[in-house]
């Protein structure tokens, strides 16, 4: 059981430039997350997706775009890189969202991003 | 809003020796808490987690218990070993029909022969 798998693992960006971070998870969980992990400040919400064909911003959304493809994969979209977005980027996935009680969120390995 | 304050790191033990690390909480209502474990070059994982006031969450030899009095979740265990080198964090949602994890900072926590 994979669980939650996200690609590319590791990516050097120039400034301007674009890219999708993948993720998909085999769980048949209804909720995903895009979160991002900077030194000194923990987790911080990105985007996240409730269900199939909803998306809504989290704490951070500026400079990103999400698509919820389907059950499945929910991908995270840099359209014009800045160094500010060197980070580590972590998909996770719960049955459903975190509120309900005995929620457990599944966190992938991670994309670590570096915008030079 | 909501946040979780967790001490600073990092922890530098020797194995065997009783560990702590501080959590301590900001919300409304009555939020779930938990305790994420990330190793070196992995995503996070969870630990424990309690969702009432006076609940204690175990896991893997480490305990943490819900004081409401003090809005604080506390992660101890009494013997600490070199494979428990990590980063913890702490983390909150709220019982409510959307919500998600707010995380505190991280400690890294290392354990040394």
């Known amino acids: 059981n994979a669980g939650v798998t996200q690609t590319p693992k590791f990516q050097v960006l120039k400034t301007g430039q674009s890219m999708t971070l993948q993720c998909a998870q085999d769980?048949?969980?209804?909720?995903m997350y895009w979160y991002r992990q900077d030194p000194g400040m923990g987790l911080r919400l990105i985007y996240y997706?409730?269900?199939?064909?909803?998306?809504d911003k989290g704490e951070v959304p500026n400079g990103y775009n999400v698509s919820r493809l389907n059950k499945r994969e929910f991908s995270l979209r840099l359209e014009s890189a800045a160094p500010s977005q060197t980070s580590v980027y972590f998909c996770?996935?719960?049955?459903?969202?975190?509120?309900?009680?005995?929620?457990?969120?599944?966190f992938g390995q991670g994309t670590r991003l570096t915008v030079v | 809003g909501d946040s979780v304050t967790q001490m600073e790191g990092p922890v530098t033990l020797s194995e065997e020796a009783f560990l702590t690390i501080n959590c301590t909480y900001t919300?409304?209502?009555?939020?779930?808490l938990f305790w994420y474990v990330q190793y070196p070059g992995e995503g996070l994982q969870l630990l424990l987690k309690?969702?009432?006031?006076?609940d204690k969450g175990s896991n893997k030899g480490f305990e943490a218990t819900y004081r409401k009095e003090t809005t604080s979740f506390h992660l101890e265990k009494g013997s600490v070993q070199v494979s428990d080198s990590a980063v913890y964090f702490c983390?909150?949602?709220?019982?409510?029909?959307?919500?998600?994890?707010?995380f505190g900072k991280g400690t890294m926590l290392l354990v040394s022969p």
């Open positions: 997706s409730a269900s199939e064909g909803t998306t």
């Open positions: 919300a409304t209502g009555y939020p779930s």
């Open positions: 983390a909150l949602t709220k019982p409510s029909g959307y919500s998600t994890l707010t």
């Open positions: 309690a969702t009432k006031a006076d």
């Open positions: 769980m048949n969980h209804n909720s």
């Open positions: 996770a996935s719960s049955e459903r969202l975190l509120g309900f009680s005995n929620t457990e969120a599944f």
